[in-house]
């Protein structure tokens, strides 16, 4: 059980964010991430660059394999590229320390994961809690945020209930609430339906849309067309290049 108290992350360098004026978010310029197995190099990414700007909703697409999870890795960095410049609201994060890293996920980015990745023993609203937690926010002001963020996933009547007594949708939902409590410049899904039936996967996909259109930034990781059709653009990945970026509406 986490303690009420704990050591806030500080802040690095740099790392307090000025808009850009052109409204871009991200700028992947050349992007590699290359292994070493033995003798041999494997290059996961090879040379991809594109562009996101704020209020898009895009999707990362590709089957196994395909580099979609290493590129969505450094999207969150949860990784640095092995050459390439990664650029998240003005500030050249491909260069930063793990701590300034660390900062900038906490920060900036809000994640949602396949497997919910909620605390077990804790309630809904603990589990919102816990970003603000690290960041050092006051208990009374965190308590109002994670509040506001169960309502915004309509959870407000289940926030002392824990994972264990909720459906495998309000634990998503619990997920993106704690995802969306540091207000991020950016959310970033890995198979957000992935765990659940066709209906509630609909609902969480219903649920993105409307964060959507509320301005949030997202960009989801996916195989599947399915869930990739509510974005407004698909970034297609093959054998760790960009195939193709489509617009879809």
């Given at each position: 059980?986490?303690k009420d108290?704990?050591?806030?992350?500080p802040?690095?360098?740099?790392?307090?964010?000025?808009?850009?004026?052109?409204?871009?978010?991200?700028r992947a310029?050349n992007?590699?991430?290359?292994y070493?197995?033995?003798?041999?190099?494997?290059?996961?990414?090879?040379?991809?660059?594109f562009?996101?700007?704020?209020?898009d909703?895009v999707?990362?697409?590709?089957?196994?394999g395909?580099?979609?999870?290493?590129?969505?890795?450094?999207?969150?960095?949860l990784?640095t590229p092995t050459?390439?410049?990664?650029?998240?609201?003005?500030?050249?994060?491909s260069?930063?320390?793990d701590?300034?890293?660390a900062?900038?996920?906490?920060?900036e980015?809000?994640?949602?994961?396949?497997?919910?990745?909620?605390?077990?023993?804790?309630t809904?609203l603990r589990?919102?809690e816990?970003?603000?937690?690290?960041?050092?926010?006051p208990?009374?002001e965190r308590?109002?945020?994670?509040k506001?963020?169960l309502?915004?996933?309509?959870?407000?009547?289940?926030?002392?209930?824990?994972?264990?007594?909720?459906?495998?949708?309000?634990?998503?939902?619990v997920?993106?609430?704690?995802?969306?409590?540091?207000?991020?410049?950016?959310?970033l899904?890995?198979?957000?339906?992935?765990?659940?039936?066709?209906?509630t996967g609909l609902?969480?996909?219903?649920?993105?849309?409307?964060?959507?259109?509320?301005?949030?930034?997202?960009?989801?990781v996916?195989?599947e067309?399915?869930?990739?059709?509510?974005a407004q653009?698909?970034i297609?990945?093959?054998?760790?290049?960009?195939d193709?970026?489509?617009?879809?509406?």
């Amino acid at each position: 059980m986490l303690k009420d108290e704990v050591e806030a992350v500080p802040a690095p360098r740099e790392a307090r964010f000025a808009v850009p004026s052109d409204g871009t978010l991200i700028r992947a310029r050349n992007l590699w991430k290359t292994y070493s197995m033995g003798e041999a190099e494997v290059h996961a990414l090879s040379g991809v660059s594109f562009e996101v700007r704020r209020g898009d909703y895009v999707a990362i697409m590709g089957p196994s394999g395909s580099g979609k999870s290493t590129l969505m890795n450094l999207i969150g960095c949860l990784d640095t590229p092995t050459r390439g410049e990664y650029w998240l609201n003005g500030r050249l994060v491909s260069e930063f320390s793990d701590e300034e890293l660390a900062y900038i996920r906490n920060k900036e980015i809000g994640f949602v994961f396949q497997t919910f990745n909620l605390l077990g023993r804790s309630t809904a609203l603990r589990n919102v809690e816990l970003p603000l937690i690290y960041n050092g926010t006051p208990a009374v002001e965190r308590l109002e945020r994670a509040k506001e963020a169960l309502a915004r996933v309509d959870l407000a009547t289940r926030m002392d209930h824990k994972p264990s007594e909720l459906s495998g949708g309000q634990r998503q939902r619990v997920a993106i609430a704690r995802a969306l409590v540091n207000d991020p410049s950016l959310l970033l899904a890995d198979e957000p339906t992935g765990n659940l039936d066709t209906a509630t996967g609909l609902e969480i996909l219903a649920l993105f849309d409307r964060l959507h259109q509320g301005g949030n930034t997202i960009v989801v990781v996916t195989h599947e067309s399915d869930v990739a059709r509510h974005a407004q653009r698909v970034i297609h990945i093959r054998d760790g290049k960009i195939d193709r970026d489509e617009a879809m509406r």
